[in-house]
C-alpha cells in the first residue's frame, strides 16, 4: 500500500529521522532505473485533482521554512488547465511589501516540462490520491525535489522541499498551507 510510505516519510522528516533520506534515494533510484511510475485510476487521479485544486495559503507558524524569513504573505494557486494539467501561480509578498508572482503550466504525468524562457524543467508525478512528487532540474542538474501530501478533506497541504544549495548544503524546507475561499492579494 502506497499511502504507509507517505506517512512514513511525513513522520521521519517530521521528527528529524536520520534515516530520512533512504526511502527518498530509494524511490530516487527506482525512477531512474526505469521502474514503472505508479498508476492511479481515473477516481484517485480525480480526488487527488479535486484535492489539489484550489488556493493554499502559507502558514509560517506550522512550517519549517530554512531560506531565511519567509515571506510576509504567500499564497499557491493551482487551477485546472486541460487534461492532467494545473496552471500554477505562485504569489508571494515580502516584509518591503514586495510582489513576486510565478506562473507556469504543470503537466501531472511524471515527465519533465521546461519553463517557457528559462533551462528550468519540472516533472509532477502523482503517487497516490493524497501525494505528488516533483522534481525539479536546470540545465539537465537536479535541484530539488519535493513530496507534497494533501489531507483527506483536501484542507491542508504540505510540502516538503528537499534541495542542494549552489554551495553544495542540502536543505530540507517543510512548508504547510490552508486551503482558502478566496485571495486577499494585501500583503
Known amino acids: 500500500m502506497k499511502r504507509p510510505l507517505a506517512l512514513t516519510l511525513v513522520v521521519g ?13 530509494v524511490q530516487a ?3 531512474a532505473s526505469g521502474a514503472p511510475a505508479p498508476q492511479l485510476t481515473d477516481a484517485e487521479f480525480q480526488r487527488l485533482y479535486d484535492r489539489m485544486t484550489g488556493i493554499w ?5 506550522k512550517s519549517t521554512y530554512t531560506r531565511g524569513e519567509p515571506p510576509q504573505r504567500w499564497y499557491v494557486v493551482y487551477e485546472a488547465d486541460g487534461d492532467k494539467a494545473v496552471k500554477y ?4 509578498f515580502d516584509a518591503d511589501r514586495q510582489e513576486t508572482v ?10 519533465g516540462y521546461s519553463r517557457p524562457d528559462s533551462d528550468t524543467a519540472i516533472a509532477r508525478q502523482p503517487v ?3 501525494t505528488i512528487n516533483t522534481t525539479v532540474t536546470n540545465a539537465g542538474r537536479l535541484t530539488s525535489r519535493n513530496t507534497q501530501f494533501f489531507s483527506a478533506d483536501g484542507q491542508r ?11 553544495g548544503e542540502y536543505m530540507t ?3 504547510v498551507y490552508d486551503k482558502i475561499d478566496r485571495l486577499d492579494i494585501s500583503p
Open 13 to 25: 522528516i517530521a521528527v528529524g529521522a536520520p534515516g530520512l533520506v533512504g526511502p527518498v534515494q
Open 89 to 92: 501561480t505562485n504569489r508571494s
Open 102 to 111: 510565478r506562473v507556469s503550466r504543470q503537466v501531472l504525468d511524471g515527465k
Open 157 to 167: 497541504m504540505t510540502i516538503i522541499l528537499r534541495r542542494t544549495t549552489g554551495q
Open 29 to 31: 533510484q527506482e525512477a
Open 128 to 130: 497516490d490520491e493524497f
Open 173 to 175: 524546507t517543510i512548508n
Open 57 to 61: 495559503d502559507f502558514q509560517p507558524d
